[in-house]
């Protein structure tokens, strides 16, 4: 009960194993390690400003369950985006409460990541039908960002002669969700993209310069049209048509691929997600066939092992940014995907027929809700709606008669409006208390009982969905809770986790995700909180939130924070466009260009010209730094024109450099900013910190240093903290206007503070290490790392390592001998640790033929020890490979059950394949298939399940 947590936390905390560790090192001391590591000038002088010692896993809950307690559970009709959803509680406890599900890692490694792949194709497979589309991806981040990622793929697939024409126009309805409207916004100004917002979108009359039109689907103010004609015009004019739809609305009305739009985009959060204050949840994205090429984000497609068993992976991945770097036209990196899956599971358990009952239920309550307020004389603004009903009414006395019976509605800005917004949890007791509402702000008395009528046929016959959907097997076995347990479990088995071993991936940092942190998800007090609920029942968010920013802005050395990215990328681009902003508020706009290091991971020039930016690449030497003399002359070059740098510090290598003083300054001279990248964070908490070195802005993986789990490739909360002087152009929201600073931004994500729900995560983090033990983790990574890196140095040479021949919290391994003397691929490397039970580390970045490795404070030695043995034994196998013919143990790895138990013709044995180790007879971990044929997938594309 009273232990501290960092001792739960840490993986090596006995002295005897510290100081074998340190020997192998050749260092007398932690200290004198971390005074070879870290450049003496940028070594903090005192203790972060906070609290030293931290809670006790005991007070922690304690403490976070009270900050729940302190958010008021009104009955929200709200709507806007966030609805109030039944979670399943089997999909709940089997996958969101389970860490072989949201501590595994996004599935590029697709032998040992079946299970997930196979519940992110059932959630493509399901959109798809939903849709009427032909292609899905499979997942964003929220409905906002998803609807800007369509506005960038209709501008990319604009034809060459609509390109010299200047088409710029994206045309929007302006009966789209305010908070969409603002990312479109953000995103549309630094391409030079013109949103015109058209009052009567129906009855718009195309320019000849529009490129794209949105519309939503039903409309905001609950309004359900017939977009047929408009977009056959829209057509006509060369104009490719987006739909942002609602997933429940759906299963009722003609899906936007009958009614011929080109891409249809919404959030997910209505399949059995909690509002969380406004996520996370998973965005939705599909297309036509014709576009998949251009569609962002990441792809499940289907393919074939080296035995002819099928195989899932992820398809065309040519798209992703970390190939196209500053060509990109998207720097999507971080899915959704354990919502994803769970929101796939929620279509699997309810099936077309679940989905259907959800959707009556939710319009015939609607239906009688309108039916008694124009009983009364309101006027509706539609008398096509769905779940949606907007309502000339005297706002102050509703607003007050709401309070007093504990229901929240929606006030749009302009005019005396109330908008309200039934879901499938809505009884007919709720329709009885909202008619009630409106009939004593009317003054007149309520009718005595509202009659629900079932049934209901949607009034407009041509916008009646009549196509089957969810016809797919899987969407139909699974309906009792025996069963989907079953099958959750069976997809479980299939990936490999934190669960099953230590997963070294650099730059990814895969540490604990402590069961104490997790645990305040499943609180209804913070899962049950619509982000516009009304400031006086959110106070626990708010403080949570006003104590992690602070926190955050400590750790950083920053004046201020913002939680509003929902990924590591949108922390990137939010950072960008804060500098961009500053730039413009001097009256230097023109200030445009940045300047990246080679070594970069792929986000950065990404992010950088999805922000506007000219990208100039600055070189690396020899030993991975930066060309300091190459960024001074760059820097001069453009300082006229200069708004700063990205850097990422550690760098890339996992290296500090001794001259980032030098380089700041360099950059300041010439007028630009300095944009850090934290990914690399986990390597400077408590011991350094961006804004001690000089940095202005930078932004943090809370999945990687702040102990949140990567949950399958998402979601993740990318915050940015800056200095003083960049404060008040944070990220603004349209509707809350607390968030942001006081000429912040538009907004770059949907929600005002972002994935809120997964923020008490962090926030436990930091309250339960306190000080003293974020200090201890950065210098255990460091530790774990240099041991690692000296331990396996008589087989693999280090690939960079610093002035005094240390590594950061991370290594690069050189492999680029093996495919000339043994024969072997890297690749083959790799999938045979899967044999041992490892996830391999880092492939290939940011040197090719390399693995990157980074164990993390919080994997023992004994762990450690068992991977560096694994990675000898390796080499063994490789170099006895180099003499043998092609059929030998590296290449045909991994090895499935099956393929053990089957007919046996390899020049090995059994043995060798599936049981290498001692450890692996004793807990062995076989990978579902064997090596993926990755060009047959993705010649012969399938992104979905057939109907067996």
């Known amino acids: 009960m009273f232990d501290k947590f960092y001792g739960r936390h840490i993986g090596v905390t006995d002295a005897g194993e510290l100081s074998a560790m340190l020997k192998t090192i050749g260092a007398g001391s932690v200290e004198e390690l971390i005074s070879q590591v870290i450049p003496a000038n940028i070594r903090l002088k005192k203790r972060l400003d906070m609290p030293q010692e931290g809670m006790t896993e005991t007070e922690f809950t304690a403490h976070v369950t009270g900050l729940a307690a302190r958010n008021r559970q009104a ?35 697709a032998e040992i990541s079946q299970g997930r792949l196979e519940a992110l194709l059932n959630f493509q497979t399901a959109v798809i039908s939903m849709t009427g589309m032909e ?54 100004e630094p391409f030079g993209v013109e949103i015109v917002s058209s009052d009567d979108i129906a009855s718009y009359e195309f320019s000849g310069r529009e490129f794209g039109a949105m519309v939503q689907y039903p409309a905001a103010n609950g309004d359900v049209r017939d977009y047929s004609a408009f977009t056959a015009r829209a057509h006509a004019a060369g104009v490719l048509v987006t739909a942002i739809a609602d997933v429940v609305a759906l299963a009722m009305l003609q899906s936007p691929g009958e009614w011929g739009a080109d891409i249809a ?74 919502m994803a899956s769970m929101a796939g599971f929620y279509a699997v358990y309810m099936g077309a027929e679940g989905l259907r009952r959800a959707a009556q239920h939710t319009y015939d309550h609607t239906a009688a809700v309108a039916d008694a307020l124009k009983a009364m004389g309101y006027t509706l ?113 299939r990936d490999l986790s934190l669960a099953d071993g230590m997963i070294s991936l650099g730059s990814c940092t895969m540490k604990l995700n402590s069961a104490a942190s997790m645990l305040p998800l499943s609180l209804a007090g913070f899962g049950n909180i619509h982000p516009y609920a009304p400031a006086d029942q959110t106070e626990g968010y708010r403080v949570m939130i006003a104590e992690l920013e602070k926190d955050l802005a400590t750790i950083t050395g920053f004046a201020a924070c913002s939680l509003q990215p929902n990924s590591g990328a949108a922390g990137e681009y939010a950072g960008l466009m804060v500098i961009r902003a500053y730039h413009q508020s001097k009256g230097q706009g ?108 930078c932004h943090l993986n809370l999945h ?51 994935s809120a729900l997964l923020l008490p995560i962090t926030y436990g983090y930091i309250k339960m290490l306190g000080e003293k033990g974020l200090r201890v983790s950065t210098e255990m990574a460091i ?44 690749g083959d490397v790799a999938r045979r640790l899967m044999d041992y039970g490892f996830h391999a580390p880092t492939l290939s970045f940011p040197v090719h033929d390399t693995f990157m490795v980074e164990p993390t404070e919080s994997e023992g030695k004994a762990e450690m020890d068992r991977f560096i043995a694994a990675m000898v ?73 057939n109907l067996e």
């Open 590 to 697: 023109h200030r445009n260009v940045i300047l990246i290091p080679s070594s970069a991971h792929g986000t950065n020039p990404a992010s950088a010209a999805m922000a506007g930016m000219k990208i100039v690449i600055v070189a690396c030497d020899e030993r991975g730094n930066i060309d300091v003399e190459d960024l001074k002359a760059k820097a001069a070059e453009h300082s006229t024109e200069l708004a700063g740098l990205m850097v990422t510090y550690p760098s890339t290598h996992g290296v500090f450099e001794s001259r980032i003083r030098e380089i700041v300054d360099a950059i300041h001279d010439a007028g630009g900013q300095v944009y850090m990248d934290g990914a690399n964070m986990n390597a400077q908490v408590g011991l350094t910190n961006p804004g001690f070195i000089g940095a202005d802005v």
């Open 873 to 945: 034994a390796i080499k063994r196998e490789c170099e006895a490979a180099s003499a043998s013919a092609a059929d030998n143990v590296v290449v045909n790895a991994p090895h499935t059950a099956v393929e053990i138990a089957g007919e046996w013709a390899h020049p090995y044995t059994r043995e060798q394949a599936a049981f290498p180790t001692a450890e692996t007879r004793v807990s062995k971990f076989f990978p579902f298939v064997s090596k993926i044929d990755n060009g047959f997938g993705d010649r012969n594309l399938v992104c979905k399940w």
């Open 265 to 338: 985009v919404g959030s997910t959060q209505r399949w059995g997600i909690p509002m969380g204050f406004g996520g996370p949840s998973a965005a939705y994205f599909a297309t036509r066939d014709a576009y998949k090429r251009n569609m962002p984000g990441r792809i499940i497609g289907v393919s074939v092992d080296r035995l002819g068993n099928k195989a899932l992976r992820m398809s065309l991945q040519t798209r992703e940014q970390h190939i196209k770097r500053e060509k990109a036209t998207s720097n999507i990196c971080t899915a959704s995907a354990l």
């Open 381 to 493: 603004a539609s008398e096509n709606y769905f779940d949606t009903l907007e309502v000339e009414a005297e706002v102050s006395v509703i607003r007050q008669e709401s309070a007093e019976q504990g229901v929240n509605f929606f006030y749009p800005a302009s005019g005396n409006k109330v908008r309200m917004s039934f879901d499938e949890l809505t009884t007919a007791e709720e329709v009885q208390k909202v008619v009630a509402i409106f009939a004593a702000a009317m003054g007149v008395k309520a009718p005595k009982s509202v009659a629900v009528k079932e049934g209901r046929a949607f009034p407009i016959e041509k916008l009646r969905r009549t196509d089957d959907f969810l016809t797919e097997g899987v969407f139909k076995k699974y309906r009792s809770e025996s069963e989907l347990m079953r099958y959750i479990k069976r997809l479980e088995l």
């Open 75 to 109: 009955r929200s009709f709200i709507g806007m985006g966030w609805y109030p959803t039944a979670v399943p509680a089997a999909i709940l406890r089997n996958v969101l409460e389970n860490p072989a599900w949201y501590t595994s890692y996004t599935p590029y490694q």
């Open 135 to 188: 292609i899905a991806n499979c997942s964003l981040l929220d409905e906002g960002t998803a609807a800007a990622e369509a506005m960038g793929m209709m501008l990319s697939l604009r034809s060459r002669d609509a390109v010299k024409e200047g088409r710029n126009v994206l045309v929007v309805d302006e009966n789209i969700f305010p908070q969409t409207l603002d990312v479109l916004l953000t995103r549309a």
């Open 783 to 826: 530790v774990n790392a240099n041991y690692m890196a000296k331990a396996i140095s008589g087989e693999y040479k280090t690939f960079y390592s610093g002035e005094n021949g240390r590594v950061g919290h991370e290594m690069i391994l050189d492999m680029q001998n093996f495919k000339r003397d043994y024969g072997v691929e890297v």
């Open 704 to 754: 990687k240093t702040f102990g949140m789990p990567h949950g399958g490739g998402g979601p993740g909360v990318g915050p940015i903290c800056c200095a003083e002087h960049l404060a008040a152009f944070l990220p603004s929201h349209s509707v809350v206007s607390e968030a942001g600073g006081a000429d912040g931004i538009t907004a770059v994500a949907s929600a005002p503070f972002g």
